[in-house]
């Protein structure tokens, strides 16, 4: 069974502070794909970044960036320089390679102030 | 707009109705899933087809609840003599099997309070 665990439930930031969510995962396939989503207000869960597991190397994408260790099954996010848009529902998710199904965590809330 | 679209966004019904939602994919996805969301909680997985064939159902899926694609194209989730417990957000989702990144494309949902 897959599981996903974000322990972080809140985290609220001033304008312009970096952001780190944490999420850690358990599955028993070889193959697999971690992704991380957001959820703003509106309700719509908007797709943010994608990993798969043979692939750990760690990237940048505009102002994301994530750091994803097999060894401590760890897939964790980071919005640098947050801006107030930022705030949302952040959710960390799971699927095999088969059917794309996903299993995600409870969410972090991140709330960025002006 | 080409996304993902539901209907209704809200609805709110007596215990003991029945309820159905709609779900229009993006139109060249062959997959399309269904996830309940409940205040607080991630969204959890319900059933999924590829095509017109349902997949799979969770074990979140009582009896009551039933979801259609017949003709591979939009899809309909009902839920027959809801209970308060059904009061959630129901959301829809689309994939390409093809696609590349398994990315799963949300609608915004359909929401159903249940008195």
């Known amino acids: 069974a897959q599981k996903v665990t974000q322990a972080q439930t809140e985290i609220s930031v001033v304008e312009k502070e970096d952001v780190t969510l944490d999420c850690v995962y358990e599955t028993r396939d070889t193959t697999y794909y971690l992704f991380w989503y957001k959820q703003p207000p509106s309700g719509e869960l908007v797709f943010l970044i994608r990993?798969?597991?043979?692939?750990?190397q760690n990237e940048i994408s505009g102002r994301y960036s994530w750091n994803f260790q097999k060894s401590t099954s760890s897939f964790n996010f980071t919005i640098t320089a947050s801006q107030v848009v930022d705030s949302a529902v952040y959710f960390c998710a799971l699927s095999d390679s088969n059917d794309y199904k996903l299993s995600f965590g409870a969410g972090t809330t991140v709330t960025v102030r002006a | 707009d080409t996304g993902v679209s539901q209907d209704p966004r809200h609805k709110i019904t007596k215990r003991g109705q029945n309820v159905t939602f709609r779900c229009d994919p993006i139109?060249?996805?062959?997959?399309l899933y269904w996830y309940r969301q409940t205040l607080g909680q991630g969204p959890e997985f319900l059933t999924y087809f590829q095509n017109e064939a349902q997949l799979e159902k969770s074990r979140l899926l009582s009896d009551r609840f039933s979801a259609e694609r017949p003709k591979g194209s939009f899809s309909t989730l009902e839920i027959q003599r809801t209970e308060q417990g059904d009061s959630a957000m129901y959301l829809c989702a689309s994939s390409s099997r093809t696609g590349e990144t398994g990315e799963l494309f949300f609608g915004e949902g359909s929401r159903l309070t249940v008195l």
């Open positions: 139109s060249e996805h062959n997959r």
């Open positions: 990993r798969n597991s043979f692939d750990e």
